[in-house]
């Protein structure tokens, strides 16, 4: 049986990504590589015809609260809290050297 993918197919890959690998790396990864590769084969043997695509194998629903208006905080309330405001807004410190 041949190898689904060769080392130097690996080395090559890897050198397209700028990847450095050691001989053993190489070793390692074509074996892993080949794995996948044999998998996909499996996986396109399936005969699919007929099946739906789906996202998720089990259904699945959004949960969500029900939107509500509730009365809202006061602002001037919430700004006599902040340490320093100005123009009715927080003021926060300057950052990243921006100019004002």
Not at 42 to 69: I, W, Y
């Amino acid at each position: 049986m041949t190898e689904p993918i060769s080392e130097k197919e690996v080395s090559h890959v890897a050198h397209l990504a700028r990847l450095r690998l050691s001989h053993e790396e190489l070793q390692l990864f074509t074996k892993q590589l080949g794995a996948v590769l044999e998998h996909a084969k499996d996986v396109e043997a399936l005969q699919l015809d007929g099946v739906e695509p789906m996202s998720h194998p089990l259904p699945m629903e959004n949960v969500t609260r029900k939107d509500e208006v509730h009365k809202m905080l006061d602002r001037d309330e919430i700004l006599d809290q902040a340490p320093v405001t100005e123009d009715g807004r927080f003021q926060v410190p300057q950052i990243l050297g921006e100019q004002p």
